[in-house]
């Protein structure tokens, strides 16, 4: 297939890598005046947790980039790869380019379709979370690949749908399709906007883990935020991942945190895919208020999260 890419970001080029690999022809979109430091390509040190494949990649990725496409462009799938606040302005310019193109959102929700519709049909959108993660150290992209869950609002199967499973799944990527789509992107949204704050105070989550008292105020806050989209009707319940925060027996809940903090110290597919966790203070500052704001819409009382407001506040501004 055809596909473009958005940038040649963390998720973006280890997607882009994959595809390639699989016999795609790939391309990404980068800014104007960046293509010349693509030339020699991207250097990967990557863990790769695809079934069939050898476990570490270390080498460069021949990436392809442009830095402009052209009205009707022959591109079948476009993956977006983009912070979610930045989701309309790229959909704004990319749609009118690519109108029949099916488009693959990698980001993360939380208005559901509100201002994604005025750009794109449903039936030409797809929803996904990407299972793949890292950092740039240095000029080396450090992380790791696995796979992906898609879904799509409304219809049992679309065919933008089936393309996508069909695309991932050639690259051997575990393709997940999720039946709602955006009740699972809420899920995650409540998970990793509860638990940024303790991990920006302590600096990182492995620091948080160290701290009991962190550890209290992480889980709490989690909860907090899992109640916000229980209001908001999603059924937690669906979501095996909810569980560890919703006990309330003090042995489950030492379990969990034990077994948390041996992951942490001890898997490095969670350390790799982690270690981007406070390099936007945007989006972090954009979770807590899209969270505490919808709390406070809805009746839910969450003292937790309020109680970092002050430190979130001055998240990303420069010490005086």
């Not at 994959?18 to 990967?44: C, E, F, P, T, W």
């Amino acid at each position: 297939m055809d596909v473009l890419i958005i940038g040649a970001g963390v998720i973006g080029s280890i997607y882009g890598w994959a595809l390639s690999q699989a016999g795609h022809s790939v391309m990404h979109l980068v800014r104007s005046g960046r293509s010349d430091q693509y030339k020699n390509g991207i250097a990967i040190d990557l863990m790769d947790r695809r079934k069939g494949h050898q476990r570490w990649f270390k080498g460069t990725y021949e990436i392809r980039v442009t830095e402009g496409i052209h009205p009707n462009a022959n591109d079948e799938i476009i993956i977006i790869p983009v912070r979610h606040y930045a989701i309309e302005d790229a959909l704004r310019e990319l749609v009118p380019l690519v109108p029949n193109a099916d488009c693959i959102l990698l980001t993360q929700n939380w208005k559901g379709t509100e201002g994604i519709d005025h750009f794109l049909s449903m039936d030409k959108c797809v929803f996904g979370d990407a299972k793949a993660g890292g950092s740039f150290q240095g000029h080396q992209l450090v992380g790791t690949i696995y796979g992906i869950d898609i879904g799509i609002i409304g219809k049992a199967e679309t065919e933008s749908l089936r393309r996508a499973k069909e695309l991932f799944l050639s690259a051997d990527l575990r393709t997940i399709v999720q039946k709602n789509i955006l009740h699972y992107l809420w899920v995650q949204y409540a998970v990793n906007g509860g638990g940024w704050p303790a991990v920006v105070q302590a600096g990182s989550l492995r620091s948080a883990l160290k701290s009991p008292q962190l550890v209290q105020s992480l889980w709490a806050a989690v909860r907090e935020c899992l109640d916000v989209i229980q209001a908001r009707g999603v059924d937690i319940s669906q979501f095996p991942e909810t569980g560890m925060y919703l006990t309330d027996l003090a042995v489950k809940k030492f379990f969990y945190i034990t077994v948390m903090k041996l992951l942490i110290g001890h898997s490095k597919y969670i350390q790799r895919n982690s270690a981007h966790a406070l390099a936007d203070p945007k989006e972090i500052k954009t979770f807590y208020y899209d969270l505490i704001g919808a709390g406070e819409r809805l009746g839910i009382k969450m003292p937790v999260m309020l109680s970092f407001k002050s430190m979130i506040d001055r998240l990303g501004t420069p010490a005086a």
